[in-house]
C-alpha cells in the first residue's frame, strides 16, 4: 500500500503538523544543493554548500590524536579489552568520566574563568534534543519563549515541533548591529501579555547564529536583571563558545551569575553541545547544564530517549582528559577559523560586498541589500534564487532566520576547504563584476540616450536633415533603414 494514500486523520497531529519547518527556504537551500552539490573533479559546476553551519577545518589534529591513542577505541585490538564493560547496560547518568572530562571542557572553552559540577552535566542527543529536554522541563502547550531575532530556524523545530511551546520574537535591528535592547524585550513581553500568552523564559544564543557576534558583559547582566524581574527562565545557548577567534572575549552566563549574587539561579540553564567548537555533530553530545536541581533531575529522566552511545563517551572522555591537546585543540581552531573568516570577508570587501562585523561562529552575516531591486521580503527570495541556480551558492536568506529586514544572509565558510573556498569566492566576484559592467552599460546607453534626444530637441537644423519627409529621395539616409547596421546612430536613436 502506497504510504501517501494513507489518510492523516489516522496519524496524530504531532506527526502531521507542519511544525518541523521542513519547508523554509533554509532547508530549501540544502535540498537544491543535494540535487547538484559540487565536487572539485566530478562537477566543479555544482552548488557549494555554505549552509551548513559545520566546523571542519582541525580534523587533522582529531586525526593525529586518535593514531596516536588507540586504546581510546573500544573497536581497536588496543582497546578491545574494555569492550564488554561499555557495551553491556549503562546508567543513564553517563559514564562519570564522561560527566568530568565534559565539565572540564566547558571550563577551558571558557578560559578557566569558571568551572563547572559534572554531577550537573545531563546527556541528550546533540543540542537539538538539549533544547527540547529544556523547553519540556520549563513549559507547557500554549505557553512562551521569547527569542531575539534573527535566530536559528531549526529553533522552530527543537523547541516547538513536540513540546507545543510558542516562539515570540524579540525584534533586532540593524541599525544597532543587531543588539538586543531593553526596550525590545519589554515591548515583546508586553505584547505577549496582551495575547494572553504566558511567557516562560528568554532564549538567547551567546555567541548568535547567525550573527556571529557575542553578548559584552554588561548586556549579560542587563538579562538577568530581565528575567529575574519577570521571574522567568534564561535559556543560554553557549553551543559556539569555543570558536571566538579573540577566546579573552567571551563571556559565558555562568561567569555572571557569579558576580550577581542576587541573580536567581533556578532561572538559568545552559545548552551546550560537541557540534561545533569540536566539530562532531554526527557524535549527538547535547548537554543540558541547569543551576536548578529540579529541572537536573527532570533533564536527566527524560535524557533515556537520547542517550549519548557509551562507546562514544568512552573515546571522547580519552581524548577531552588529555588537557594538552585540548588546550592546544582550542588555540589551533580559534587561529583557522579567523584566518577563514578574514580571508572570506576581505574578498568580498574587495567587490564592495559587507557583513555584520562579528569573530565567533563558523559563519558570517552577509549584507546584500543594495542588490535587491526593492527593500521587500519577495525581492530577497528572488535573489536568493539567484544566488543559488545561476551563482550556484547555498547561503540562507535572512527571512528564514526570522530576520525584520530584508537582504542579509547568512554564509558558512568553515565546511570547507581552501581551494573550494576560493572557487566560491571567485563565483561571487564574477558575478558582482559582471553586474558592475552590466550597469555601467545600461547607464552609458542610457546617458547616449538622453543625449541623442537633447541634440534632436535643440538643435532645428539637424531636426530638419535627419526628419524624413524632408530628405532628398536621392540621399542614402533616406532609403536606408534605420535598422541598419549602416544606420547613423542618430538615425536608430530617432526611431
Known sequence: MDVAMVNDNNLSKIATNNGHGENSPYFDGWKAYDTNPFHLQHNPNGVIQMGLAENQLCFDLIQEWIEANPSASICTPQGAFDFKEKAIFQDYHGLPEFRTAIANFMSQVRGNRVTFDPTRIVMSGGATGAHETVAFCLANPGEALLVPTPYYPGFDRDLRWRTGVKLLPVVCESSNNFNITQEALETAYEKAKLDNIKVKGLLITNPSNPLGTHFDKETLKDLVTF???????????????????????????????????????????????????????????????????????????????????????????????????????????????????????????????????????????????????????????????????????????????????????????????????????????????????????????????????????????LDEILTPHRMSPHSPLAWMSPHSPLASPLVRAQN
Open 227 to 461: 528575567i529575574n524581574d519577570k521571574n522567568i527562565h534564561l535559556i543560554c545557548d553557549e553551543i559556539y563558545a569555543g570558536t571566538v577567534t579573540a577566546g579573552d572575549e567571551f563571556v559565558s552566563i555562568a561567569e555572571i551569575i557569579e558576580e550577581e549574587p542576587e541573580c536567581n539561579r533556578d532561572l538559568i540553564h545552559i545548552v551546550y553541545s560537541l557540534s561545533k567548537d569540536m566539530g562532531f555533530p554526527g557524535f549527538r553530545v547535547g548537554i543540558v547544564y541547569s543551576y536548578n536541581d529540579h529541572v537536573v533531575s527532570i533533564a536527566r529522566k527524560m535524557s533515556s530517549f537520547g542517550l549519548v552511545s557509551t562507546q562514544t563517551q568512552h573515546m571522547l572522555a580519552s581524548m577531552l582528559s588529555d588537557n594538552m591537546f585540548v588546550v592546544n585543540f582550542i588555540s589551533e581552531s580559534r587561529i583557522r577559523l579567523a584566518h577563514r573568516h578574514d580571508m572570506f570577508t576581505r574578498g568580498l570587501a574587495q567587490v564592495g560586498i559587507g557583513s555584520l562585523e562579528s569573530n565567533a561562529g563558523l559563519f558570517f552575516w552577509m549584507d546584500l541589500r543594495r542588490f535587491l531591486k526593492e527593500p521587500t521580503f519577495e525581492s530577497e527570495m528572488t535573489f536568493w534564487r539567484i544566488i543559488i541556480n545561476e551563482i550556484k551558492l547555498n547561503v540562507s536568506p535572512g527571512q528564514s532566520f526570522h530576520c525584520s529586514e530584508p537582504g542579509w544572509f547568512r554564509v558558512c565558510f568553515a565546511n570547507m576547504d581552501d581551494e573550494t573556498t576560493m572557487i566560491a569566492l571567485r563565483r561571487i566576484k564574477t558575478f558582482v563584476l559582471k553586474n558592475k559592467m552590466l550597469e555601467v552599460k545600461i547607464k552609458t546607453q542610457k546617458q547616449c540616450w538622453q543625449n541623442n534626444q537633447h541634440l534632436k530637441l535643440s538643435s532645428r537644423r
